[in-house]
């Protein structure tokens, strides 16, 4: 597995194009192929494992973006730096937008605009961005420097910003007393095996039931007052 995970990068990189695309793609195949070949024990294994790893290599990603921000040197620009943010924010409204609109054609529970626009608002930028800008080939130094400090900088406002306020954009547009809502009116599905196994346990419970209150009335005790209080 392992294997399979490092081979798409080596193979990207060694024909010049994006290593760290490579493995995205390949996770995304991967994860439904490959997990369920699985044993159940391996499974739960490589879970953790990865799951591990990922997490110290984004700490570690984290920690190299906090150190950049004072070890090396920037080039700021502020009109690059607006038009960037703006950029970025439109190009991930053309995806999220359209997108979730068609997939409303093939969901039952559909995608609300207010859901639309929290995963607009919250989409964060971190460790891919900012690899991909380092794996540039810029030959101009001058370049470099400023794709990288406007990397950085649309990481921290992403992250910061956007980020920190996403719950309180949240609560504000009531998306999860919504969610609550649609959760307790949505009709259960079930198949025909289900339906008749339900059917029938509806059945047995009503004749117990009744048997029961049957015992009840015709029992020693079964006078008028105990039927009442029964009631």
């Known amino acids: 597995m392992i294997i399979f995970a490092y081979l798409p990068y080596g193979l990207a990189e060694g024909i010049s194009l994006s290593g760290i695309m490579a493995i995205l793609f390949s996770g995304i195949v991967m994860s439904h192929y490959t997990h369920h070949n699985l044993s159940p024990v391996t499974q739960i294994l490589m879970q953790q494992t990865l799951r591990t790893v990922a997490f110290l290599c984004e700490t570690c990603v984290f920690a190299f973006l906090g150190l950049s921000i004072f070890s090396f040197p920037h080039k700021f620009e502020i009109s690059f730096v607006i038009w960037c943010i703006v950029l970025v924010l439109f190009g991930r409204a053309v995806n999220i937008f359209p997108l979730s609109y068609l997939l409303n054609f093939f969901r039952d529970h559909k995608i609300t605009p207010k859901m639309m626009f929290i995963m607009w608002f919250s989409g964060l930028r971190g460790a891919i961005p900012y690899a991909l800008s380092l794996h540039l080939g810029l030959e101009s130094m001058e370049k470099r420097q400023l794709i990288g400090t406007t990397t950085i900088v649309i990481v921290?406002?992403?992250?910061?910003?956007?980020?920190?306020?996403?719950?309180?954009?949240?609560?504000?547009?009531?998306?999860?007393?919504?969610?609550?809502?649609?959760?307790?009116?949505?009709?259960?599905?079930?198949?025909?095996?289900?339906?008749?196994?339900?059917?029938?346990?509806?059945?047995?419970?009503?004749?117990?039931?009744?048997?029961?209150?049957?015992?009840?009335?015709?029992?020693?005790?079964?006078?008028e007052d105990d039927e009442q209080e029964l009631f």
Do not use: C
């Open 156 to 223: 921290l406002f992403t992250i910061l910003l956007l980020g920190g306020s996403t719950m309180p954009l949240i609560r504000l547009v009531d998306i999860e007393d919504a969610r609550a809502r649609r959760r307790s009116k949505k009709d259960v599905n079930l198949s025909k095996t289900e339906k008749m196994d339900l059917h029938h346990g509806r059945i047995q419970m009503k004749s117990l039931t009744n048997k029961w209150y049957e015992e009840v009335r015709q029992g020693p005790s079964g006078s």
